[in-house]
């Protein structure tokens, strides 16, 4: 039956072959013609696709450009809130005495201290850990650890109560501060998930939002006159900041996977011992390094010093808040990811730029500080410009080593790192300390202090180039260019002070070092790109 079937179309087919040429004479030629059109699409089609190809892979990013893109991602959230706080100092710093900062200052160095230590840092462990179920057990470990710690300090607070307030410290600033530190323990682990996943641009977000809610904050509670709304603000916007970070991993496609697998979380903090084993003294000293100053210049001094110490410390570290929270998550990560070694051109380039940037304004600082802080901040802040020039410097070398430390988390030298920090924290917090218990001034104090620390962070430079194996005859070419231009911006302002007002001289210098850092910037984005 199929046979026949299959003979009858043969048939047919034969005899439509047959009659095609009588009825369409010219078929032929047609069909011909219709092949050479088909070829000839066929060839544009794939030349298309060809030259497609060869353009994905010409504008694919390359790891510069990646580069490039991460650090603009992660970087655009702490430049947008710097730049929101600085342009609203003049206003807040007009509002708050400085004993009101004094006091906030006192409160912040506690909640970020207490809070950065919560997590015990394994949230450092996160950002390294690439199994995504062994990642998000000991996601949800380390949020159960912070909840805990945070519930203990809370009890702990309430019982001793009475004994704060005895100090001067009322309900109300102890509770802001409990609510404080645990946000911030919060926020460490959920910007390290959101590290791990390379989501620089909403950790960035989270920033600027904190930023804008705690500025916005202060400044409608300032003209109530009490200085508590410096706190009010700083909890309210990192409370905004811990809630967006919920709200971003739960809509990310990434998102842990929640189960309450108690002996897997517990196996996950085992494996991972070895962060609270040195990463968490090496983040106490670190913390005590940068914070202990408050308490030991309270215990010598008033509120408004406290207060005056505590915001030059603060605006001259503002760079190295911005290269911590745009440099760190982004090296971290492409250590963790590709290694150490790869990244030793991409550091050595920023360390230029940075260098090139900072030295400028480490002239006009050193030349005229006081000056520029009395002339922006008001009368009433006189001394601040004095601390801020003896601080620059170490400030600007902290910018450029802040971040840096997660380097060595990465190859597990946790240990180099610790020895490091131990170095400057004891040689920093011990020298200022000595120098007012033996009754010098707060000046001499701070100057000791600053030369402590210029020391350190040469070290550290030093022998973490060394660590990583990177060369450093670049660096050290590198610091000569910006000491040489340093000295030239400094020897042109003190030419142009005796011809010109103070104030003028003051301007030029900060127009002068504007223009350095755009053309340095400009020409940075080019070489990444």
């Known amino acids: 039956m199929l046979s026949s079937i299959a003979a009858e179309e043969k048939r047919v087919y034969n005899v439509r072959s047959g009659l095609r040429p009588l009825l369409f004479p010219n078929a032929h030629r047609y069909q011909v013609a219709f092949f050479r059109c088909q070829r000839s699409l066929r060839s544009q089609l794939l030349s298309k696709l060809l030259s497609l190809i060869w353009f994905a892979r010409l504008t694919s990013p390359r790891p510069t450009a990646r580069l490039a893109q991460s650090l603009i991602a992660s970087g655009f959230g702490p430049l947008t809130s710097q730049a929101f706080s600085i342009a609203l100092v003049p206003v807040l710093f007009r509002l708050y005495e400085p004993s009101d900062f004094g006091v906030w200052a006192a409160i912040q160095a506690v909640a970020i201290m207490v809070g950065s230590l919560l997590s015990f840092r394994f949230d450092l462990a996160l950002v390294i850990e690439r199994d995504s179920l062994a990642a998000s057990r000991l996601f949800l470990a380390t949020i159960g650890l912070v909840c805990v710690m945070s519930l203990v300090l809370g009890a702990v607070t309430a019982i001793f109560m009475r004994s704060i307030q005895q100090l001067g410290i009322g309900p109300t600033p102890v509770a802001l501060g409990w609510g404080w530190l645990s946000l911030v323990g919060l926020a460490v682990v959920l910007q390290a998930w959101l590290m791990r996943e390379g989501a620089f641009a909403r950790i960035s977000t989270g920033v600027v939002l904190n930023a804008i809610t705690a500025n916005l904050v202060q400044l409608g509670g ?22 967006f970070y919920v709200c971003s991993i739960q809509r990310s496609t990434k998102r842990p996977a929640y189960s309450m697998d108690v002996s897997g979380m517990m196996t996950a903090l085992m494996r991972n011992r070895r962060f609270p084993q040195f990463s968490l003294p090496f983040t106490v000293l670190s913390l005590l390094r940068e914070r202990a100053p408050i308490f030991i210049i309270g215990a010598f001094s008033t509120a408004s010093l406290v207060g005056v110490y505590s915001q030059a410390w603060r605006l001259t570290h503002l760079p190295s808040a911005f290269t911590s929270a745009s440099l760190r998550p982004v090296f971290f990560h492409r250590a963790a990811t590709e290694g150490l070694a790869p990244q030793g051109d991409a550091v050595d380039r920023i ?35 004095w601390f801020s020039a003896m601080l620059v410097v170490p400030a600007s070398l902290f910018m450029m080593t802040n971040w840096m430390d997660r380097l060595l988390d990465s190859i597990g030298r946790q240990d180099l790192n610790l020895r490091l920090e131990a ?26 202090q600053s030369v402590m620390l210029t020391l350190s962070y040469l070290a550290f430079l030093w022998i973490c180039y060394g660590a990583a194996g990177w060369s450093r005859s670049v660096l050290l070419r590198s610091i000569a260019i910006s000491g040489v231009l340093g000295a030239v911006v400094y020897v042109m302002l003190s030419i142009l002070r005796q011809l010109l007002a103070p104030v003028a001289v003051i301007a030029l210098g900060a127009m002068l070092g504007g223009a350095i850092t755009a053309i340095a910037l400009l020409r940075a984005r080019r070489d990444l790109l």
């Open 423 to 448: 170095v400057a924290a004891i040689s920093s917090v011990g020298s200022l300390l000595a120098m007012l218990a033996s009754g010098r001034s707060l000046t001499e104090a701070v100057a000791l």
């Open 222 to 243: 300032g003209f109530s006159g009490d200085g508590v709304w410096l706190v009010v603000g700083s909890v309210v916007g990192q409370g905004a900041a811990t809630l």
């Open 351 to 385: 360390m230029r730029w940075l260098l090139i940037v900072s030295s400028p304004w480490i002239a006009l600082l050193v030349f005229g500080g006081d000056e520029l802080f009395m002339f922006v901040l008001g009368s009433r802040w006189q001394g601040a410009g």
